[in-house]
């Protein structure tokens, strides 16, 4: 039987019925049901015609919260319970609309205004906990993995940052007048003038002092690079890049220098007609709003005469560091050399045929080696394909071949292959506004017949000219050595995405931090401790250290009183070097009485060199000369055995019975501050109650007025009742002001009074560590920071004929010295 085929009717039912009645009747079963619907039942809110384990309290703020079909009920049974009229609801645009390119990279410029982001923010602010330094918002470190997994990338991979924070300083003029006043700014060690360096064949790293001041007045450390010469012309170019924090103190110095004054610009950059027709926002040109580009933005300064010129290229260039010895894979694979073919009208015009061929057989060479058989400091340029068509399909399941490490590397840096393109402020303009949309490549993508194919490299398709610098490692094996990729701005976005697809991991500020620890190197600010920005940095861990050790209560914190220790949240340079003069004053071998702020850190490789020769040898140290007498020394230390290091650490000098097999413990000293703390509190305690009371009898006052107003029937006294309230005010803000004063009173008396910071305890105090922790490169627990000069010296007469590299430290929580090994540390900068 067919299925469809109707069975026979059952003998209950009728054999036939009358439509017209049936249709009625059933009309009015249905109004029924759409009536009991729409008319609930008596005292039945909208909000109440969900199952109860659905209603939600909040649910009057949040309507959102009930079905869609209740919604609009139960707006209007509340504005009618609140006497209102239901208006009109306006439609609230998409967030589609909002989250338009045009609209959002109007937020992201606005909200840039107070701190810049670099190009690469986006991708940072998804994955890193960023944070605000030096007038920019940074990335700290990420959030997935801990800084264990950056060192593995930069000792057996590539490990990446953005270094486009550090301002570049662009300077013109005649080479003997650039280098007569360059030379008042830094050491005599330091050479600017070697050929390879005029040559632009090396970038070389300097430390800059204020004019004719050295060795004091320490400003921070610089790296710069010559533009390579042109034949017969001494007008040369030299870019300098700088840590921003010292910003504002080189500008200062550059125009003081050289006399020169701010350039005002021409342009005139307001719209005298309006637009006859609304043209497509440029995404490109939105996202360069706010740095200068084209280089017309950019602050000129020029001299008297018009010879020397000073241009703050300030966010205009991108720098990408990146090291470890799988740094040439990935960047033989992200920077493709593009060829120049004739009869382009373009500004590849101006770069020859033979030296852009050099340039990439130059590259292909140094690709074959590792980063650490280079030559140091060495400039490369290349003009490479646009990083968005050489993306990988995905990220994972890249592969690192195995370096061709037998063969020598025969490259040799030569002008033609550090000449570069970047150096042309135009050149540069063009390459940044040039920059085709990403839907464009997208489109290109999209027409291959086969997914991922790469894209054949056209006359139309952009090209970027880029600069790498070689950062050279330490040890035997080149530890941390590898390339600065500079580039022009516009392109961070796009050539970070494709560094991080062809296998970079990526580092914040913690992980750069890490890097120069397991260098044995301090971070920037740390390396120059007496300089204004390195002033400012320990103030602001000072007052960290100290916010966060008060926020546990007294029975949680550790009591510096009992540990003898004096400074446990700042290194008192000036305090223990005063120490040590005062004792030299004793001993009638000091006669001058120094200002002991002035000290400075010895950066002279030579005179490092000299000191741990006099150091290493049996005989006692020669003594300081007057020059030297505030000088710190920077010595790096390794635990011997068990214990750790932290920061601010103490390195003492041992007795001569100490014992190698039981280091010796610092005796608990009695907290002579416990009775002030207790006689403080009680009084503060009496102060507050006594307070307290005052002002509850201001308050006790205007409820009995009011209360007396209301039994006689007449109208309260309000200006007698304002003046109380105004009273009660004062009483407060006074009641606050005392917790305030008490806090700052009971915080100073948990720690020592610091006024002989060498000998607050058994063990004479040399130095401080400023940065120390577990080195997993070594292996070890290790620490850098810096020991007065004068303290080495009388740490050689204490020692005698016994080791002169075994120091004692100690921890600023524990009462436990630890043995170390010290030795000096020969700055590089």
Known sequence: MDPHEPGPVPAQFPAEIQVGKFAAARIQEILALQHYIDQPRQGQLASQQVPRHLRRRAVSHHPNRLPRRLRDKHRQQKLKSDGQVAAKPTKRPSRRYRRRPQNLLDEYNRRQRTNVWLETHIWHAKRFAMVEK????????????????????SAQSCLMWDRSYCNCWELKGPIETLMSQLRLLVGPDVSIEGSDLLGGL???????????????GVIGSVSFIWRPAETGKDHRTLWLWSHPSVYATLKSIFLNLFGLSRVESNEDTTLTDPPEKKLKKDVNASKMALRNVPFDRVPSYVDNQGIVTLNDLKDTLNRFRLVGPKVQMVLSRALQSSYIHEGQ??????????????????????????????????????????????????????????????????????????????????????????????????QKRSKNLVPGTPLALTEDESRVPVMLVQQPGTGQNHYGSGWD???????????????????????????????????????????????????????????????????YPPDKRTNYLKLSVISPFAAPWPMLIRNYLDDDLARKKQTQDLDCSQFFVVRNPTTLKAIEDQLSHSAPMKYPSNEDLMALVPVKLEIIGKGTLGQFSMICCPNLNDSMDDPPQELAKEDKKLAARKALKEKHVQDKARLRKRWKDKKDRIVQMRAESTLNKTN??????????????????KREEESSTFNDKMNSLWLADATDAKNSSSRSIMGFVLEAGYSLHLGQVSGSGYVPLLALYEFSLTRGQQSRTHVLTRETNTNQYRWAKMTITHNKS
């Open 202 to 216: 090396k970038e070389a790293h300097a430390c800059v002092y204020q004019p004719g001041k050295y060795p004091l």
């Open 485 to 551: 990729l500079v580039f022009p701005a516009g392109w961070g976005a796009s050539m970070w995405m494709n560094l991080v697809f062809n296998g970079a991991r990526v580092g914040g500020l913690r992980e750069e931090n890490h890097f120069l620890f397991e260098r044995a190197e301090l971070s920037e600010l740390t390396r120059f401790p007496e300089s204004e920005a390195g002033i400012h940095e320990a103030n602001r861990v000072t007052e960290m250290l100290k916010t966060l050790h008060f926020r």
């Open 134 to 153: 030096w007038g920019y918002k940074m990335a700290d470190h990420p959030n997935d993995k801990h800084f264990r997994a950056a060192f593995r990338a």
């Open 345 to 442: 009208v373009n500004w590849r015009e101006e770069v020859s045929k033979e030296e852009e061929q050099e340039q990439s057989e130059a590259w292909q060479e140094v690709s074959q080696h590792a980063p650490g058989e280079i030559q140091p400091r060495s400039v490369l340029s290349l003009i490479t394909r646009d990083p968005r068509v050489l993306l990988p399909p995905k990220r994972d399941g890249i592969q690192f071949p195995e370096l061709n490490v037998p063969t020598p590397c025969m490259f040799k840096a030569k002008s033609s292959i550090a000449k570069s393109m970047l150096w042309c402020s135009n050149i540069r303009d063009e390459v940044t506004q040039s920059k085709c949309p990403d839907h464009e490549i997208n």
């Open 716 to 733: 309260p006294d309000e200006e007698a009742i304002e003046r109380i309230k105004e009273e009660m005010c004062r009483l407060k803000e």
